[in-house]
């Protein structure tokens, strides 16, 4: 059980409240870089409307949504040599926010020294677009090592979960749904569709452990059979704080990364690099890098449950928009989901207090490559958690899933029986 | 009366926590109440277990 309040200073994001002022400490991925051309895009992070453009310099900016003279969209203005000029009445911003042109007053006017739109900043990495809209300093951009290799191949999927972004993350330090939603859940709806069921996701959890550490909480555990010289035990994976998951196995590592976009939506990224240990990886610029979109639902609106993530998509949004902590019952196999209550708690204490919380950076000597944690034993047999993992979770919607199998020397999958 | 009862204060310097800076979260275990509580004064994270009963010799696992 939580207090209502508690709940609320948990999960509401926007400007102002706790949590809020928490997450405006860090860098947000906003978009999919490739889909940010010559025209302006309107995106919504943590309960506030932005626009995104790219100037005919090739600098980035994110300006707040409507323009400072008469509110109109800035997302409906066009993009020029020097800034985004609104369709309106002409006024023109840079991606500072500084006004450097209204058409319609004097010529000889200063007006426009005296307006500035509210700006962000916006930087682009391995693929995304990265915002910050919190208070300056900027800290700089995080270099996690998936975003910044340069022998991987990468692809992004991306869905838009309606529900707020505490009950996702808190699935990330929640082992025993693994071998429940995955595995006995999963195989009951493979058996249902006459398929073999899921092998790996549905061993037994004997132990688990979760550390907080200076990337955030690093997640451990021992499967039946296994011992704390396995991997899963003795590396483990990250929680990495506030907003990420890492995880993966056999070559295939990537980042569940959660962004709230409100109160009651997160924006979900799904972002995979595929090392082969024993082999080269073709360059791959990040302008080919592929980006999909994952779906939710079926033709009848129904969750598309029958594999990994749809699963997990399912259990967070039945949660409700807002999950009423004041009506759960947490036993000893929720120590995860209490341990990450208690870091937001204490870093919003940090903030309030006028310190960094965890995971800011401002040494560049400590961002040239942030390097995480990662079994690569997963489950104790990495190359079949690969194979389970490419088809059975979200990659399978990748338009590069075959030649992926591919770099990796994986024979294609036997065809599903009927 | 442990079914009622709650935490309320730092067992290490007595910080109120039931305000909106500290932490309690309370989970179960059979019919044991726990809960963990963090103070951010003095920075204490610790588990305070309501008990039903003194227990004395307990059976071997």
């Known amino acids: 059980v939580l207090s209502a309040e508690k709940n609320e200073r948990l999960t509401q994001v926007g400007p102002g409240t706790p949590m809020g002022n928490l997450l405006r400490r860090y860098w947000w991925p906003i978009l999919p870089a490739r889909d940010l051309g010559n025209t302006p895009v309107q995106r919504r992070l943590l309960g506030e409307d932005w626009v995104l453009f790219r100037d005919g310099q090739d600098r980035?900016?994110?300006?707040?949504?409507?323009?400072?003279?008469?509110r109109a969209a800035l997302e409906l203005g066009f993009c020029e040599q020097t800034g985004l000029r609104c369709g309106y009445h002409g006024w023109m911003y840079d991606v500072d926010g500084q006004c450097i042109d209204q058409p319609g007053e004097p010529e000889k006017s200063t007006f426009k020294h005296r307006i500035r739109a509210r700006a962000g900043k916006l930087q682009e990495m391995g693929g995304l677009l990265f915002a910050y809209v919190g208070p300056e300093p900027a800290p700089l951009l995080p270099r996690y090592d998936l975003f910044v290799w340069d022998d991987v191949w990468r692809d992004i999927g991306h869905a838009?979960?309606?529900c707020n972004f505490l009950q996702i993350m808190e699935n990330s330090v929640d082992p025993y749904h693994v071998e429940w939603l995955h595995g006995r859940y999963g195989s009951f709806l493979k058996e249902q569709a006459g398929e073999a069921p899921l092998e790996m996701l549905a061993k037994k959890h004997v132990k688990v452990a979760f550390d907080v550490f200076e990337h955030g909480i690093l997640k451990?555990?021992?499967?039946?059979?296994?011992t704390e010289e396995d991997e899963d035990w003795a590396v483990g994976h990250p929680l990495v704080f506030p907003?990420?998951?890492?995880?993966?196995?056999?070559?295939?590592?990537f980042f569940q990364i959660r962004v709230p976009i409100d109160d009651t939506h997160t924006w979900h990224v799904w972002y995979q690099t595929y090392k082969p240990a024993d082999r080269a990886v073709p360059q791959?610029?990040?302008?080919?890098?592929p980006v999909y979109e994952v779906p939710l639902y079926d033709e009848d609106g129904e969750f598309i449950r029958d594999y990994v993530d749809g699963q997990d998509v399912m259990a967070w949004v039945t949660q409700g928009p807002v999950a009423d902590r004041t009506t759960e019952h947490l036993g000893k196999s929720d120590l995860g989901v209490i341990a990450l209550r208690r870091l937001y708690q204490e870093q919003i204490a940090r903030v309030d207090a006028g310190e960094d919380p965890i995971c800011v950076y401002r040494d560049p000597a400590a961002n040239e490559c942030i390097d995480l944690p990662q079994e690569q034993e997963k489950f104790g047999g990495g190359t079949?958690?690969?194979?389970?993992?490419?088809?059975?979770?979200?990659?399978?919607?990748?338009?590069m899933l075959r030649a992926v199998e591919e770099?990796?020397?994986?024979?294609?999958?036997a065809p599903v029986a009927a | 009366m442990n079914g009622t009862a709650t935490v309320r204060c730092c067992p290490q310097c007595g910080l109120a926590l039931d305000g909106p800076r500290g932490f309690i979260q309370e989970y179960w275990e059979a019919s044991h109440?726990?809960?963990?509580c963090w103070c951010p004064a003095c920075d204490l994270t610790t588990t305070v277990t309501l008990a039903e009963r003194i227990e004395s010799h307990e059976v071997e696992e």
């Not at chain 1, 791959?284 to 890098?289: G, M, V």
């Open chain 1, 160 to 162: 838009v979960v309606p």
């Open chain 2, 33 to 36: 109440r726990h809960f963990l």
């Open chain 1, 220 to 226: 451990r555990r021992i499967l039946e059979g296994q």
């Open chain 1, 60 to 70: 980035i900016g994110i300006l707040e949504a409507h323009c400072p003279h008469r």
């Open chain 1, 243 to 253: 907003h990420m998951l890492r995880i993966g196995g056999g070559g295939l590592s």
């Open chain 1, 384 to 399: 079949e958690f690969r194979h389970e993992f490419l088809h059975g979770g979200q990659t399978r919607y990748s338009p």
């Open chain 1, 284 to 289: 791959q610029a990040d302008a080919d890098i």
């Open chain 1, 407 to 413: 770099l990796f020397g994986d024979a294609a999958p």
